[in-house]
């Protein structure tokens, strides 16, 4: 029974913190779901960012790089969220 009160207290004390690290990526990534005039406009933004960084005479693999880094995957997002939790847990 003993054993059973420190493992709940632990997760007492864990689990808020967890759930507070999780929250703003979440609603970040609950932003993103767009309707298909919204995802259409994303990829003309992408596009545009790119071609500008181009016709300015970046080289395309930095421009491509550029690129990547100014807009946000989301499945990367949620990636960086639960192995950044996971280093936590094991501190």
Same mark, same amino acid.
């Given at each position: 029974?003993? &054993?059973? %009160? ?5 997760? %007492?004390? &864990?689990?808020? #913190?967890?759930? $507070?690290?999780?929250? #703003?990526? !979440?609603? +970040? @990534? ?11 406009? =994303?990829? =003309? ?7 500008? !960084?181009? +016709?300015? #005479? ?6 491509? &790089? !550029? ?9 990367? @997002?949620? $990636? +960086?969220?639960?192995?950044?939790? %996971? $280093?936590?847990? &094991?501190?």
């Amino acid at each position: 029974m003993e &054993e059973l %009160r420190e493992v709940l207290s632990i997760v %007492r004390s &864990e689990v808020p #913190g967890l759930l $507070k690290d999780l929250i #703003g990526p !979440l609603k +970040e @990534l609950m932003s993103l779901s767009v309707s298909p005039e919204e995802a259409k406009e =994303r990829a =003309r933004a992408i596009a545009a960012f790119y071609n500008e !960084l181009i +016709e300015q #005479g970046f080289p395309a693999d930095l421009a491509l &790089e !550029l690129t990547r880094e100014n807009f946000v995957n989301p499945y990367s @997002l949620l $990636k +960086e969220v639960f192995s950044s939790s %996971r $280093k936590k847990e &094991e501190m």
